[in-house]
């Protein structure tokens, strides 16, 4: 089966710019996760959608935020882009909703935000 | 929060040689997962974990659940090129919560 899909892959924005990246987890999954990585900081985590409802939530500002769809896609909004915005968006899916049997990731989506 | 410490940071050694990372934090999880990334993609799962004390291989792969629930460790055997990328565990509480390590860079020089 199909696995994450992320898209883009790539994204050059500027600063003060808004973006909005996408994520269509494996077929059956519920639900969806977004992490941001960056070089020495490991992944952080940003949301996690379950059946179109955010169940979790990280510590980021309000700039970020996320919605997920019936067909379980999820699409995750940064407004007025800052530098330190830039990084790897990667979404992970979960057939259980809870993650302890592991997350299937994406390829992400690399921000650069000049 | 949550918080793991993943040490080493980085490491560099000759191709055949075995490694060893570990995980530990100041909470309880009830899974510990171990991931692999490679560079340009997104993280794998390598080995899942459920009971403190469980032990579990995936070919040269050996993963343990600390008996404290507390912490986990991840050893490779007589390592290849191939396994060179970033190795992550992650902590996951019946709470529905993961958090990651920051982790550990693995370079093979052949």
Redesign the interface.
């Known amino acids: 089966k199909a696995g994450?899909t992320q898209t883009p892959r790539y994204l050059i924005k500027t600063r003060g710019q808004q973006v909005t990246l996408s994520c269509s987890p494996i077929s059956g999954h519920r639900s969806v996760?977004w992490?941001q990585q960056t070089p020495?900081?490991?992944?952080q985590?940003l949301f996690?959608y379950f059946s179109e409802t955010q169940?979790?939530k990280g510590?980021f500002p309000g700039r970020f935020s996320g919605r997920q769809f019936s067909n379980s896609r999820s699409e995750m909004n940064v407004s007025t882009l800052e530098l330190g915005d830039s990084a790897l968006y990667?979404c992970?899916s979960s057939a259980t909703?809870?993650?302890?049997?592991?997350?299937?990731?994406?390829?992400?989506t690399r921000l650069t935000v000049v | 929060g949550q918080q793991l410490n993943q040490s080493p940071q980085s490491m560099f050694i000759q191709e055949g040689e075995d490694v060893s990372m570990n995980c530990t934090s100041s909470s309880i999880f009830n899974t510990w997962l171990w991931y692999k990334q490679d560079p340009g993609e997104g993280p794998v799962l390598l080995i899942a974990l459920y009971k403190a004390g469980e032990l579990t291989s995936n070919g040269r792969l050996t993963a343990q659940f600390g008996i404290t629930r507390k912490d986990s460790f991840l050893n490779i055997s007589a390592s290849i090129p191939s396994d060179v990328g970033i190795y992550f565990c992650a902590g996951h509480t019946n709470a529905g919560k993961s958090t990651f390590g920051d982790g550990t860079t693995l370079t093979v020089k052949p």
């Open positions: 994450v996760s992490y020495g900081q490991g992944l985590f996690e169940r979790n510590n990667l992970a909703g809870t993650g302890s049997y592991g997350y299937t990731f994406g390829s992400g």
